[in-house]
């Protein structure tokens, strides 16, 4: 089965943190995936436990690269939000509601990948 290049860049980004040379679209996606899956997974509060400031700081950075300012903003004032600053059973369970909100399934993250990658592919490692 031959992969799209977009595929190939995606896998990259998920599987080896963006590659050897990484190029800002790749560490952008990378850091976002990071975050997406441990939330997608444990949920919100989860991941905003489990990744370091500087991961957070970059998953942040990342989803604003892709154009979702709002989670980006959400997530930044995760220290002062009532959802995501005490972890209880009803926030986690409203913070994966709001979070689905932004990001309803994967194919919406892999819709808006392309987009950016067709639009910049000089901001990822070649292929």
């Given at each position: 089965m031959n992969?799209s290049?977009a595929?190939?860049?995606?896998n990259?980004?998920?599987?080896e943190?963006?590659?050897?040379?990484?190029g800002?679209?790749?560490?952008?996606l990378?850091?976002?995936l990071?975050?997406?899956g441990l939330?997608m997974?444990g949920?919100?509060?989860?991941a905003?436990?489990?990744?370091?400031?500087?991961?957070?700081?970059?998953?942040?950075d990342?989803?604003?690269?892709?154009?979702f300012?709002?989670?980006?903003?959400?997530?930044?004032?995760?220290?002062?939000?009532l959802?995501l600053?005490?972890w209880?059973?009803d926030?986690e369970t409203?913070?994966?509601?709001?979070?689905?909100?932004y990001i309803?399934?994967d194919a919406y993250?892999?819709?808006?990948f392309e987009?950016v990658y067709?639009?910049?592919p000089s901001?990822?490692?070649?292929c």
């Amino acid at each position: 089965m031959n992969q799209s290049t977009a595929d190939q860049v995606w896998n990259r980004a998920a599987i080896e943190g963006g590659g050897d040379s990484p190029g800002p679209g790749d560490r952008a996606l990378a850091s976002l995936l990071l975050l997406h899956g441990l939330a997608m997974n444990g949920g919100v509060h989860h991941a905003i436990e489990c990744l370091s400031p500087e991961e957070l700081s970059a998953a942040i950075d990342g989803f604003s690269y892709f154009g979702f300012e709002e989670l980006a903003e959400w997530l930044n004032n995760a220290p002062n939000d009532l959802l995501l600053k005490e972890w209880t059973d009803d926030t986690e369970t409203s913070a994966i509601f709001r979070y689905a909100e932004y990001i309803p399934d994967d194919a919406y993250l892999t819709t808006r990948f392309e987009a950016v990658y067709r639009n910049r592919p000089s901001d990822f490692e070649a292929c």
